[in-house]
């Protein structure tokens, strides 16, 4: 069963940095689109960044500039890196599998960022 598990989330002030770290298990994802989602409270999840297997990166413009996606396939693990963090910016945090552009796998428990002086 493939298990998806995010963490590094937190309370950080305004123009803070975070990373988070989304590990895998269950299945080897270095051959796989993995993005970054989330979803603020009484909004739809969102994808804000994705990374191919050869490491080519998108992001949406909302965080362009400013989170940087990057994955370390020995750890089966993928990485968002968040400067600059702004209150907009608070939401919970998801990672996925992604293939013909939709999340594959059921969904972790997330992790929370919240930004906020």
């Known amino acids: 069963q493939v298990q998806l598990v995010e963490s590094g989330g937190g309370l950080v002030q305004p123009g803070g940095s975070l990373r988070l770290s989304c590990a895998g298990s269950?299945?080897?994802?270095?051959?796989?689109?993995l993005g970054w989602y989330r979803q603020a409270p009484g909004k739809s999840r969102d994808l804000i960044a994705t990374?191919?297997?050869?490491?080519?990166?998108n992001y949406a413009d909302s965080v362009k500039g400013r989170f940087t996606i990057s994955r370390d396939n020995a750890k089966n693990t993928v990485y968002l890196q968040m400067n600059s963090l702004k209150p907009e910016d608070t939401a919970v945090y998801y990672c996925?599998?992604?293939?013909?552009?939709?999340?594959?796998?059921?969904w972790g428990q997330g992790t929370q960022v919240t930004v906020s002086s």
């Open positions: 996925n599998v992604i293939i013909l552009g939709a999340p594959v796998y059921s």
């Open positions: 990374i191919t297997s050869r490491s080519s990166t």
């Open positions: 269950g299945r080897i994802f270095s051959a796989d689109t």
